[in-house]
């Protein structure tokens, strides 16, 4: 069974969207997982956040907490550990903690689509793994994932499409499926 590791950047299309409930529904019907370290990037404020970073941070946390999300962890001596390190460290560093956590998650575990918007942590997961690039996703063929899933309702998507589909080059198809959803 294919399950589905979520970036932060997806986690943030649908807050910003006001869909995070449809998101947390979604993850009933369809196996969705977030690694420990984009956990707490979306629900641990820094210290000296602003009161708005702090109510997303306390959104994001209810959020994740109403779904079934699963909660992916590693640790040190695991080859997962040593690749996040890897990306985190030096020159290479291209990505914030959540995004190399997921990468080298995805790396190490066979049933797992990472699915992320940014563009970089796209490249670096395809980099890594190497053989299996069918293994990533993008926002806009996940949000269509759910749809066609029947986990993410219409009136959702169209709310959520201007974010899923702003981070980069948008499918070829998404205008058309998008006019040819179900009112």
Do not use: C
Not at 29 to 57: C, D, Q, Y
């Amino acid at each position: 069974m294919v399950r589905y590791l979520l970036d932060s950047v997806v986690i943030s299309d649908f807050q910003k969207a006001g869909a995070l409930a449809a998101l947390a529904a979604a993850s009933r019907n369809v196996p969705l997982l977030v690694v420990e370290h984009v956990h707490a990037e979306m629900t641990i404020a820094p210290l000296n956040a602003s009161p708005s970073k702090v109510g997303r941070a306390r959104e994001a946390q209810r959020g994740l907490e109403s779904g079934s999300f699963e909660i992916l962890q590693f640790f040190p001596g695991t080859p997962e550990h040593a690749l996040f390190m890897q990306l985190t460290r030096g020159v290479a560093r291209k990505h914030g903690n959540g995004e190399a956590a997921s990468i080298a998650v995805a790396v190490a575990r066979q049933d797992l689509v990472f699915v992320t918007g940014d563009v970089n942590a796209t490249l670096s997961a395809l980099n890594e793994l190497s053989g299996s690039g069918e293994r990533v996703m993008r926002v806009p063929v996940f949000v269509r994932l759910l749809s066609e899933r029947r986990a993410l309702s219409p009136r959702d998507v169209r709310v959520v499409a201007p974010l899923a589909a702003d981070h980069g080059v948008e499918p070829s198809w998404w205008a058309d499926w998008l006019s040819n959803l179900p009112l």
